[in-house]
């Protein structure tokens, strides 16, 4: 099934640790994103990726990091300078030259500890 | 930067009753968004919808792109219709969606 997979689902981390999320989708996707979304709230950009090699931060970038060393895989990783860290996260992926209209995965939820 | 406001913030409706989301922004717009997400926190493509009218089976949705505002329509709804309906705009040569704070549907039976 083409589609865009989140791993892992749900995740618990102490304080202190770093922790990476997987993001891989198979639609052949230009460009990536990453998102978070606290209760009550819209989702707010964190990090996203236009081409292989290459990403520009969001809104809050601060305390995570990302890698985009295939087109396929856009991982997330929250570090321990993320003062809070405990969300939902969502990835995106677009296709280059169709708009902008963008589709999700299914989200992994982080609780620290 | 661009706003995006949604009302109402929260409805709740009878199973087969007709509902109208609405999605308000502060500037022009190349692209708009609207998504359903599930009790299970997936969000789901309703629409792209930038202008224009659109249908897909019991919703539809209207973008007037001049007044700067878009509805979603929920006709006949169903228990299934739950959850959180966002709008996502994007604008200009940004990539960037930016969104409202959804609307919180209930449907009871």
């Known amino acids: 099934d083409g589609g865009i997979t989140q791993s892992p689902k749900y995740l618990f981390r102490k304080e202190g640790q770093n922790v990476t999320l997987s993001c891989e989708q198979n639609?052949?996707?230009?460009?990536m994103y990453w998102y978070r979304q606290d209760p009550g709230q819209g989702l707010r950009l964190i990090y996203y990726?236009?081409?292989?090699?290459?990403?520009q931060k969001g809104d809050i970038a601060e305390g995570y990091s990302v890698s985009r060393e295939k087109k396929e895989s856009f991982p997330l990783t929250v570090t321990s300078a993320q003062k809070n860290p405990t969300a939902f996260y969502l990835c995106?992926?677009?296709?280059?030259?169709?708009?902008?209209?963008?589709?999700f995965g299914p989200g992994t939820r982080l609780t620290v500890l | 930067g661009i706003q995006v406001e949604q009302s109402p913030p929260d409805l709740i409706l009878q199973e087969g009753a007709n509902s109208t989301l609405r999605c308000n922004f502060s500037d022009s717009v190349n692209n708009l968004q609207w998504f359903h997400q599930n009790p299970w926190g997936q969000l789901i493509n309703l629409f792209y919808?930038?202008?224009?009218?659109k249908q897909n089976g019991r919703l539809s949705a209207t973008t007037v792109a001049t007044e700067r505002y878009s509805l979603l329509y929920i006709s006949s709804s169903q228990t299934t219709d739950s959850g959180v309906y966002f709008c996502?705009?994007?604008?200009?040569?940004?990539?960037?969606?930016?969104w409202g704070l959804g609307t919180s549907l209930a449907v009871n039976p």
């Open positions: 639609l052949n996707h230009d460009a």
């Open positions: 919808i930038p202008s224009g009218t």
């Open positions: 995106a992926s677009r296709l280059a030259g169709a708009g902008n209209e963008q589709f």
């Open positions: 996502a705009v994007n604008a200009g040569n940004n990539r960037k969606l930016i």
């Open positions: 990726s236009q081409i292989v090699n290459d990403f």
